[in-house]
């Protein structure tokens, strides 16, 4: 045998690999492990461990965190589908923490209170990936400049509500597709006005799409929700909120996953519609003033 | 050949698969149905999570026609995922986890530990004339090989690919770093 390459991990590619493993999936918010158990039965391809979901994060107010590495353990011990966490916007020390307790994906989340009004983490630093909340393109490719090797377009979190999910990504779609009709001489000016690097607009407009995966999160709640995210483009859904807060989490749980995958099916997602009982309870976002809207948070 | 090689495409990264064959000519389609697998000659299970795999394929009712093409010899690929969807053994799996058989082996899920450990590394495999660039993403490990011929190993000796008459069964995923030997490998000695 000749000498073979050293084995290397926490690479770019190792890291949106994962990502790439995860799509046509959905992820699910659990804050037990047995409900982290109930999504990996229902088909989830990981869950995301934290103390509070974004429903009760807004009804009980005050400042959200990164949640207790106790409970977090307890989650990454009751399943074998891999395990993502939140740490704050800009807190680099709970991303160093959450990394340590060996969790497969973390996200610098909006729906926690942001630590840093100025920066992101520096998520090169680490060997977990990071996967990062984008309103726009230019939020999404400024994120992955800063190392983020997945993005979720934005939704506002816990309210039941797609409209912002369906804005942000139509959003990002739109100005991938504008990218693409320009010519290479304009794409100088094109950089500019996204904030973000020549290479990576550059790469965008030639290959179509962004260089990671995009799942889309925030206010899905139904298995037609999910199914509308991935016939606008979306590679996969995160639900929130939108499961265990809602009258039967264990059939809305395998409807939303099967809904996920056959997206385009209008006789699945009939057949799957059916019989799930109380949706979660929603919110309007048009009634939450701006101060209180989750996906303003993040640039 | 007349009938394109299908990819399974319930959950997880098909379309790199797609695209490994479009790169090699091969003409190549997404199979989600018992109509579709019946139209192809060969078949790949690709990377995903295969607790979501099998459960997608349980429930649209394709679980009982891909193993049954498979022991009838249909030609079959699986990566990370995918060997585990074609292991007769696992370990590590959820309460009830079933797979679609065929490789007489025993593969343990995440076997590597969790993703800061998952890694890239080149490899020599048997039937391949260079070394072969591999990404190994929470991957599972063969443990246990008892009908089947291995094709490949780390360094340490851990078996990371094997095959079975009709079946190959890698616990990497070559789709994603770009490297086609081993689908041209497939497509060369078992769809052929």
Redesign the interface.
């Known amino acids: 045998?000749?000498e073979?390459?050293?084995?290397?991990?926490?690479?770019p590619?190792?890291?949106r690999?994962?990502a790439?493993?995860?799509?046509?999936?959905v992820i699910m918010d659990v804050v037990t492990p047995d409900q982290a158990k109930i999504a990996?039965?229902?088909?989830?391809?990981?869950v995301m461990a934290l103390e509070r979901v974004p429903a009760d994060i807004r009804a009980q107010g005050g400042v959200a965190r990164m949640s207790d590495p106790d409970m977090i353990d307890g989650i990454?011990k009751a399943?074998?589908?891999?395990v993502m966490a939140k740490a704050r916007i800009g807190h680099f020390v709970e991303a160093q923490i959450i990394?340590e307790l060996?969790?497969?994906?973390i996200d610098e989340s909006e729906v926690l209170s942001p630590a840093d009004y100025v920066n992101h983490i520096d998520k090169w630093k680490f060997?977990?990936?990071f996967v990062c909340g984008a309103t726009n393109l230019g939020e999404a490719l400024r994120r992955i400049t800063e190392g983020a090797a997945m993005i979720r377009s934005k939704g506002e979190a816990g309210t039941g509500d797609v409209s912002e999910a369906t804005k942000h990504i139509r959003t990002i779609g739109a100005e991938i597709r504008a990218l693409a009709a320009k010519n290479e001489d304009e794409l100088y000016v094109a950089a500019k006005e996204l904030q973000a690097p020549y290479e990576l607009v550059r790469e965008v407009a030639r290959t179509g799409k962004l260089p990671v995966v995009m799942f889309t999160a925030g206010g899905v709640a139904t298995p037609a929700d999910a199914a509308m995210m991935m016939q606008l483009g979306a590679d996969g859904v995160f639900v929130g909120s939108g499961i265990f807060k809602s009258g039967n989490p264990i059939e809305r749980a395998k409807a939303i996953?099967?809904a996920t995958?056959?997206y385009n099916d209008p006789a699945v997602l009939a057949e799957v519609s059916r019989g799930l009982g109380e949706a979660m309870v929603g919110i309007n976002v048009s009634d939450i003033p701006a101060p209180h809207r989750l996906a303003d948070r993040g640039w | 050949m007349s009938l394109p090689v299908g990819v399974l495409?319930?959950?997880?990264?098909?379309?790199?698969h797609l695209q490994a064959f479009e790169r090699l000519g091969v003409a190549a389609t997404g199979v989600?149905t018992a109509a579709e697998l019946a139209n192809v000659s060969g078949l790949v299970i690709p990377?995903?999570?295969s607790?979501?795999i099998g459960?997608?394929a349980r429930?649209?009712n394709i679980f009982d026609p891909i193993r049954d093409a498979v022991k009838a010899g249909l030609p079959t690929f699986g990566t990370?995922?995918g060997l585990i969807m074609l292991a007769d053994d696992i370990l590590?799996?959820?309460d009830g986890q079933e797979t679609f058989g065929g490789l007489d082996v025993t593969v343990s899920?995440?076997a590597f530990?969790?993703?800061?450990?998952?890694?890239?590394?080149?490899?020599?495999f048997v039937g391949i004339g260079h070394?072969v660039k591999a990404?190994?993403?929470?991957a599972p490990i063969i443990t246990e090989v008892r009908g089947a011929d291995v094709r490949s190993t780390?360094?340490d000796g851990r078996v990371v690919a094997v095959s079975q008459g009709n079946i190959l069964g890698i616990s990497f995923?070559p789709e994603?770093?770009g490297d086609d030997s081993v689908h041209e490998l497939f497509m060369r000695e078992f769809v052929k």
Do not use: W
């Open positions: 045998m000749s073979s390459v050293k084995p290397e991990t926490g690479t590619l190792v890291k690999g994962l790439e493993m995860l799509k046509g999936g990996e039965d229902a088909g989830a391809v990981a990454i399943v074998s589908i891999p990394q060996g969790v497969d994906y060997k977990v990936p996953v099967k995958t056959f | 495409s319930l959950q997880g990264d098909f379309r790199e989600r990377g995903g999570e607790t979501t459960k997608l429930i649209f990370c995922a590590g799996g959820i899920r995440n530990g969790n993703q800061s450990d998952s890694f890239e590394a080149e490899l020599q070394p990404a190994f993403i929470r780390l360094e995923h994603v770093t």
